[in-house]
């Protein structure tokens, strides 16, 4: 489902006033202002407000909030009948466990906001992966040609980066590079020595989790960085394993996850 006019569902804490809009102004009164009572799109506390509008709505109705994703609601009763609802802005995605569930979430929901149903959803996160979207081994040159627009490059690489955390981790490795060349080669061309980490999580056979980024310490031997990439990793295991324990419908202890690592001597060191 999607919400309609989102930003404008949010109510207001703090006393704020805005020029009269242009073409609206009153004739005789155009010193005056307007002051808000409900939030507006372009002010920057207006996502926040929606969102603690949502929250409040949800919560007030008997929804769970998921405690390491705030953006995930659920609803079950004794017979683990219920909803997992997945909030993304103005976009939902509902889960649940018969169509009688469906048909009441949707209810509440359009009683309480101005929605358009968008159907059952017959994609989630789709991909069409390449083996290798660029040479690991090659290296990038400065740019000592005309330069380009830095807000414009900057912008371009925000979409990649957006497709590369959501549908496409096969870019991953060349959207970092890109960063890399955008912030370090394109203003002073001084390598900085730092190395990378990356990871990708399988839950059911599919890619849930997975990043490619510069580490935030420079290591001094083999070992270091393929043990700061371990730990990085653990880190991302053990948030994936707290957001899925506070899920209702998964099976409880949560097992084990695995961590593979191909350095024999940062596994000796994590042993040890």
Known sequence: MDVKTTFLNGDWDEEVYMKQPEGFVMLGNEHKVCKLVKSLYGLKQTPKQWHQKFDEVVLSSGFHL??????????????????????????MLIFVTDQNQVDKTKKFFSSRFSMKDMGEADVILDCSTVSTSMDPVEKLKPNTGKHVDQLEYSR?????MYAMTST?????????RLKAYSYASWINHVEDSSSTSGWVFLLGGGAISWAFKKQTCITGSTMEYEFVALATAAKEAEWLRN???????WPKPISPISIRCDSASTMARAYS
Do not use: T
């Open 168 to 176: 496409r981790p096969d870019i991953a490795y060349v959207v970092g």
């Open 66 to 91: 998921n405690q390491f994703d705030k953006c995930v609601y659920s609803k079950f009763d004794d017979s683990s009948k219920g909803v997992i609802n997945c909030l993304y802005v103005d976009d």
């Open 156 to 160: 371009a690489i925000g979409c990649l």
């Open 243 to 249: 957001l899925i324990h506070d899920i209702p419908i």
